[in-house]
């Protein structure tokens, strides 16, 4: 789901913020790892993409719609197995691109 996807990452800026991660990285970071659909969504309510916004727009953006998206629904959807291959969630991939990035900073 947007919201928790969004928080998580939020959550997880909040407690590197001794990095000094700044906001576009944080948006540039979470709009890359969501999936295509979403990244459609983004960029339809952006009207184009979200890398023609600026900083600040691109973070209100994603946050307005994240806490839209909290107001649609509040439950998860469950991974699902696609020819015996389990498909993760938005979050699940989020977290390893974030993980990923960390490891490729060295943080």
């Known amino acids: 789901m947007l919201y928790e996807a969004w928080k998580q990452l939020k959550d ?19 709009y890359d790892g969501v999936t295509q659909s979403v990244r459609f969504t983004i960029d339809l309510v952006a009207g184009g ?15 307005e719609m994240a806490l839209n998206n909290f107001q649609w629904s509040s439950e998860r959807s469950q991974p699902k197995r696609i020819g015996g291959k389990l498909v993760l969630d938005a979050i699940t991939l989020l977290f390893a691109k974030v993980d990923v990035g960390l490891k490729v900073w060295n943080v």
């Open 49 to 63: 993409t979200l890398t023609n916004e600026t900083k600040d727009e691109a973070y209100n953006l994603i946050e």
């Open 12 to 30: 997880l800026w909040w407690l590197c913020q001794h990095y000094g991660l700044q906001i576009w990285v944080i948006s540039q970071t979470f």
